[in-house]
C-alpha cells in the first residue's frame, strides 16, 4: 500500500519560515521524481517545486530563491524548506510522487501565514 505522510504545516507570521516533510512507503522512492503543490479553495492545484530522480529541481516563479526542495533517497522523503513566507502562501501543501506508471498524493498539510 503505497502512503505519502505530509507534515511540518501550520501557522506563521509573514517573513517566518516552515519546513514541510513527506515520508513515502510502499513504492521504490528512488525511482519516483517528488514534487510539492498547493491549492487554495476555489482555485486549481498548482505546483510548488519538483526534484527528480537525478536532482534536478523547478520551482514556480512565485517561490524561486524562497523555498528551496530536497529529497533523502535513504529515508524515502522529500522536504521543502519555505523562507520569507507571505499570505499568499496560505495553501493546503501536498506531496506527489511520480513514477514510470502511477502518480500518487499525500493527504495534505494546511500552511497559513498571517500578515
Known amino acids: 500500500q503505497v502512503q505519502l505522510v505530509e507534515s511540518g504545516g501550520g501557522l506563521v507570521q509573514a517573513g517566518g519560515s516552515l519546513r514541510l516533510s513527506c515520508a513515502a512507503s510502499?513504492?521504490?522512492?528512488?525511482?519516483?521524481?517528488m514534487g510539492w503543490y498547493r491549492q487554495v479553495p476555489g482555485k486549481q492545484r498548482e505546483l510548488v517545486a519538483v526534484?527528480?530522480?537525478?536532482?534536478?529541481?523547478n520551482y514556480a516563479d512565485s517561490v524561486k530563491g524562497r523555498f528551496t526542495i530536497s529529497r533523502d533517497n535513504a529515508k524515502s522523503t522529500v522536504s521543502l524548506q519555505m523562507n520569507s513566507l507571505k499570505p499568499e502562501d496560505t495553501a493546503v501543501y501536498y506531496c506527489?510522487?511520480?513514477?514510470?506508471?502511477?502518480?500518487?498524493w499525500g493527504q495534505g498539510t494546511q500552511v497559513t501565514v498571517s500578515s
Open positions: 526534484i527528480t530522480t537525478g536532482d534536478i529541481t
Open positions: 510502499g513504492i521504490i522512492f528512488s525511482i519516483n521524481d
Open positions: 506527489k510522487s511520480s513514477g514510470w506508471r502511477y502518480d500518487y
